[in-house]
């Protein structure tokens, strides 16, 4: 089992829509990141997150420390926000990121 | 500013030939990660540098796998003999000294070996 599961693997939305994705993971953690990767694109760094929520434009990111859990949500949804979401953590004992399997995001216009 | 930047883009070459990539990460960062994934899999940790030392080498597969970071500036990772197995995306990050700081990612290297 990963340290880190994301759900859901795949989502298929309709544009204007509200997207949620949710990330748990069973270590200790100093800090959470989501990303996302566009296809044939590189990765890119949304958030990172070690308590509360973040907001910027349309993304959302929550976390609870307590639950080990994080979640991802986009307001209004639009085609250009489909690509692969991907969580990871980066635990107390050191450096690396652990990544979750992503989840791969299509929004229809 | 320059990101984080990574050669080849794209990498086709036949089992075992060698082949080496290269991360030159953001100007100033002293950490720097090598990571990789595998045709449906998630991506994994490979090494980890700071500056020109080996902080955790733990993800490398094999001694296949060889990376340096002569004077802490960019870092190459030679895979030699390639295996079918080590086709993926070689991803590259950096980050500064300070702790929990964010982590910038390269396009990646997608190796494809026949």
Not at chain 2, 14 to 39: A, F
Request: proline share 4%.
């Amino acid at each position: 089992k990963n340290e880190v599961e994301q759900s859901p693997q795949n989502l298929t939305a309709q544009e204007g829509e509200f997207i949620t994705i949710n990330c748990s993971y069973s270590v200790g953690i100093s800090a959470l990141h989501w990303l996302q990767q566009h296809p044939g694109g590189g990765i890119v760094s949304l958030f990172m997150l070690s308590s509360g929520k973040k907001k910027h434009g349309r993304l959302i990111a929550t976390i609870n420390i307590q639950e080990k859990h994080s979640s991802l949500h986009i307001t209004a949804s639009h085609p250009r926000d489909s690509a692969v979401y991907i969580c990871a953590v980066r635990s107390w004992y050191g450096n690396k990121l652990v990544f979750g399997a992503g989840t791969i995001l299509r929004v229809k216009s | 500013e320059a990101g984080v930047t990574q050669f080849p883009s794209h990498s086709v070459i036949e089992k075992g030939q060698t082949v080496t990539l290269r991360c030159d990460p953001i100007s100033g960062h002293d950490n720097l990660y090598w990571y990789r994934r595998v045709m449906g899999k998630e991506i994994k940790f490979l090494l980890h540098f700071v500056k020109e030392s080996k902080q955790d080498e733990s993800g490398m597969p094999n001694n296949r796998f060889l990376a340096e970071r002569t004077g802490g500036t960019y870092s190459t990772l030679k895979v030699q003999p390639a295996e079918l197995e080590d086709s993926g995306v070689y991803f590259c990050a950096s980050s500064s000294g300070q702790p929990n700081t964010e982590a910038f990612f390269g396009q990646g290297t997608r190796l494809t070996v026949v």
